[in-house]
Each structure stands twice: as structure tokens, then as C-alpha cells.
């Protein structure tokens, strides 16, 4: 009988011309993966922008029905974010005991949200931004036109705006085809494993697991009015190998890394030539996957023990693969230039540092800046 109902039912809809609601496909999620860790950066000539540079930093969630939506980080050149201290590095040895700079937002949550829709199809990935956090409709939409990568083994995918990867170092032309608004170059990369703080891998593990790794990628910046990209890159040539540097050395709370960097040409400062070493810092930072990561040139502190005026600040978020293992960052730095005095924004844009970066594995590199 109840079958019979069920005949007659859609007999009965079929005759009155009523269409059954669709059911939305499944969209192919981006090389299989939902979660991903991004960095994207409108970073212009400032004969184009005058200066108007910004970066944004955070994770893209991919779900099956199309939708997709980001938690970000932004800072924004013209608005001089100042550096605060996130700890004290006490790192022993010859490494300073310094602060750890970084940006004071990103010792909190994320609070910039987009909601939207994306399509895959041909190893490419668009996405357009239709709505804030409080759903209010973006007017108009912000589209991103990504290049989806494939990385050995599946355990990872990548994203990467045309233009970010080269094996071309030195000034480049901004490309104009990633974005429908400001936004110039992206890297991200995405698995299945959680963004949350129970997927990171801690500054302890990096050190002593992965250490025997080189994270080397790409560096694309704003700086002195025109865009360049470089080669990015962290651990020298590892913590247990027999090199010219020194090890980097554990802080006793565990929550950072020191390297005095012994090199005879990487720091240059033309008034204050010696001692040239670089000392670099790496340290954890809630909420989730987040990593400091600073340097300074020590001749630029003039006999001081620290450097706390243009030091370059990185904020980091890390890369883990579908088995949970740490495959490095992406990250972005903003730089902003301070009087040395004073440590006070000295609106000297032009000095500043505003960039989108990565710092991986080997499989997830992509073309390298000088490298063929």
C-alpha cells in the first residue's frame, strides 16, 4: 500500500508539471584536501600603489558543497603596525638574550573573516569572496584565480598564484592575473589533518625530528618602492650536520630557538661593519599553528646586546600533512621601518618590508629563485 501511495504521489507531481528540489553535487575539493594553511600579499610597485602594500595570513576551509571561507590575519603597510615582544629568547651560548618581535594581532585569534564559493577544474582553483564574517554581501565579490600544484606522495597539496614560483631572482613585473582586486601573489598548501592547536607540531620537536631538514622556498617582497623576489629559507644547513655555523640552541622553557649566524658576507652595515653576524629566532605563538620568526644584522646594534628597531619579523603558520607530520610554513613579513631611537614608525615606506613567503620541504618547494 505504501508503495502504491509512493506511485501515485509522483504520478500526481509529474501531472502538475512540480520539479523535486536539487540536490547540490559534491565540488571536488582542491587536490582532495579541505584545510589549508595561506598566504596572500598585494604587493605592488609603489609608483602603482604608493605604498598601499598589505599582507593576510590564515587558513582556507574547502567543504564539499562549494563553499569555502577564511580566518585571516592582515596587516597593512600604510598603518605601520609596530612590533611588540611575544618572549625573551634565553637561548645560552653565544646567542643574545633578546626579545622575540612580532606583530601584537597575531598573538590573538584571527578576527578578518570571508565566506564564498569556489570551482576546481584543470589543476586550477577560483575563488570568490561574497560575503564578511557577519554574512553582509562583499560589493563588489573579490575573486583569486589559484594554480593547483601536485606534491609527490598526495599526503599535501599546493596553491600558488601565477607568478610566485621562478627559478628568476631580482626585481618582477606584477602579475595582474591572480586577482580581481589588490591582491598580486599567494602560496598555500592544504591537507585533511585539523588547524587546530592539537596538530602543531611544537618548537622542540622541530628541533630535534625535523632538524636534520633544510626549509628552503620563495620570498616575494616589497621594499624600496619595487617587488623582488628571493630565496627564503630556515636551519642553514641543519642543526646536527658539521657546517660553519653554529646550532641553534633550545630556550629552557622550550618555546624558542637561537642561531648566531657566523657569515662573512650575508650582513652588510655600511656604518657599523663589524661584527657582521645575522641572529636569528624562532618561537612558538598561540592560538594554533602559529611560529615567530625574527632576524637582525648585529652590527646594526652598535655594540648593544639586541636589536629592537628594523629587525625583520615573519609570522609563520604551520604546514602539516595528512599523517600529521610538520612539512614547514608559510608565512608573510611586515617590516615596518622605526627610528632607532625612538622605536616609533618613522614613515619611511620605502624601507620597510612587506612579504609573502614559504619555507618547505623539499617536495613542496616548487621552482626555486637562482636555481635552474
Request: proline letters at 6%; charged letters at 20%.
Amino acid at each position: 500500500m505504501k508503495r502504491l501511495i509512493g506511485w501515485i504521489v509522483l504520478g500526481l507531481v509529474a501531472t502538475l508539471g512540480v520539479t523535486a528540489p536539487a540536490v547540490p553535487l559534491p565540488v571536488e575539493l582542491p587536490g582532495g584536501k579541505a584545510n589549508w594553511v595561506v598566504s596572500v600579499g598585494g604587493l605592488h610597485d609603489a609608483a602603482d600603489n604608493n605604498y598601499a602594500n598589505w599582507t593576510r595570513l590564515g587558513w582556507y576551509i574547502f567543504a564539499a558543497d562549494g563553499t569555502v571561507r577564511t580566518n585571516y590575519w592582515m596587516w597593512k603597510e600604510l598603518d605601520e603596525p609596530e612590533r611588540v615582544t611575544s618572549m625573551t629568547a634565553s637561548c645560552g651560548g653565544d646567542v643574545p638574550k633578546c626579545p622575540v618581535q612580532t606583530m601584537g594581532s597575531f598573538l590573538t585569534g584571527p578576527t578578518g573573516v570571508f565566506q564564498g564559493t569556489y570551482q576546481t577544474s584543470d589543476g586550477k582553483v577560483d575563488v570568490t569572496w561574497t560575503k564578511d564574517g557577519a554574512g553582509q554581501a562583499l560589493t563588489p565579490a573579490l575573486t583569486e584565480h589559484w594554480l593547483l600544484d601536485p606534491i609527490p606522495g598526495g599526503k599535501v597539496a599546493r596553491i600558488s598564484s601565477d607568478g610566485y614560483h621562478s627559478t628568476v631572482a631580482g626585481p618582477v613585473v606584477v602579475p595582474s592575473t591572480f586577482s580581481s582586486y589588490s591582491a598580486s601573489f599567494g602560496i598555500g598548501y592544504g591537507s585533511n589533518a585539523p588547524l587546530s592547536a592539537g596538530n602543531k607540531v611544537s618548537i622542540t620537536d622541530i628541533r630535534t625530528t625535523y632538524g636534520q631538514d633544510e626549509f628552503v622556498g620563495t620570498f616575494v617582497r616589497a621594499n624600496k618602492g619595487t617587488v623582488g623576489r628571493e630565496g627564503a629559507g630556515l636551519w642553514a644547513a641543519g642543526f646536527n650536520q658539521a657546517t660553519t655555523f653554529d646550532q641553534w640552541r633550545s630556550c629552557p622553557s622550550g618555546k624558542c630557538v637561537g642561531f648566531r649566524e657566523k657569515t662573512k658576507d650575508g650582513c652588510f652595515c655600511e656604518k657599523f661593519p663589524n661584527p657582521r653576524d645575522r641572529i636569528r629566532y624562532l618561537a612558538d605563538a598561540p592560538p594554533a599553528r602559529n611560529n615567530i620568526y625574527t632576524y637582525w644584522c648585529e652590527c646594526l646594534a652598535q655594540g648593544a646586546a639586541c636589536y629592537q628597531a628594523n629587525n625583520h619579523v615573519q609570522s609563520l603558520l604551520q604546514i602539516i600533512d595528512d599523517d600529521r607530520k610538520f612539512q614547514g610554513w608559510v608565512g608573510v613579513e611586515t617590516s615596518t621601518s622605526v627610528d632607532s631611537r625612538s622605536l616609533k614608525p618613522n614613515h619611511d615606506f620605502g624601507s620597510a618590508y612587506w612579504a609573502v613567503l614559504n619555507m618547505v620541504t623539499p617536495d613542496l618547494r616548487g621552482p626555486q629563485p637562482g636555481k635552474p
